[in-house]
């Protein structure tokens, strides 16, 4: 597709369960971004993948979140033993490489929900 | 440390006149880059402007324009003869090479442009 597709667009699940996030680049954008928007607040940044670079995962609120890339294109951001204050918009975007000067671009998000 | 300050959560203009959004930010870096980003309801984050720091001319596209006051750490966006497509959160973003890349964002501004 043109744009960076997310999936699912929503999910709902119950406290406790894992959850898998997908994003699809861009074709040929090397960096990839994962942030998590709660209710009220800002873009959190969680991890940042480029290229084959180990990825910064300074953002990454807990041990109980990891993210990987596969082949240097899609990018999962998994959620283990999911808590109530996971519920968010988690929103993925992509650059090119040496994207200092492009911007990202998102995609629509997914939107999680714990119970 | 990094941070971005938009101080008004909310805020409203009436369909063809002209609204400012104010945004500040702290960091002890000389070279960055300043963004703003726009989400309508839509979800889906999308590049509004951007600012290169060492620029002295503000940036400018069609009804956009930015004031950078960069002694001042401020980054402003002026929207001229407001759409109703405007309509969104607003949402300002600071980014720094020497962070890996990484974006900071403020808590955004969600605009209303009333008919």
């Known amino acids: 597709g043109a744009g960076v597709s997310q999936s699912p667009s929503n999910k709902v699940t119950e406290k406790g369960k894992d959850v898998e996030l997908r994003c699809d680049p861009i074709s040929g954008h090397t960096a990839l971004y994962w942030y998590r928007q709660s209710l009220g607040q800002g873009l959190e940044f969680l991890i940042y993948?480029?290229?084959?670079?180990?990825?910064?995962k300074s953002g990454l609120p807990s041990d109980r979140f990891s993210a990987e890339r596969t082949g240097g294109s899609v990018s999962t951001l998994t959620i283990q033993r999911t808590q109530q204050e996971d519920s968010a918009v988690y929103l993925c975007a992509s650059s090119p490489l040496w994207g200092l000067e492009q911007p990202q671009h998102f995609g629509d998000g997914t939107r999680l929900s714990i119970l | 440390a990094q941070t971005v300050t938009q101080s008004q959560p909310e805020m409203s203009v009436q369909e063809a006149e002209t609204v400012t959004l104010s945004c500040t930010y702290d960091?002890?870096?000389?070279?960055?880059?300043l963004f703003w980003y726009k989400q309508p309801p839509s979800r889906q984050m999308i590049l509004v402007i951007r600012q290169e720091a060492y620029k002295q001319q503000n940036a400018t596209e069609n009804r956009f324009s930015v004031n950078f006051q960069k002694a001042a750490k401020s980054f402003s966006l002026k929207i001229s003869d407001s759409q109703l497509g405007d309509t969104a959160m607003y949402f300002c973003a600071f980014m720094t090479p020497n962070t890996g890349n990484q974006f900071y964002f403020g808590t955004g501004t969600s605009l209303t442009v009333i008919p």
């Open positions: 960091t002890s870096e000389n070279n960055y880059y």
């Open positions: 993948f480029q290229g084959n670079s180990a990825p910064d």
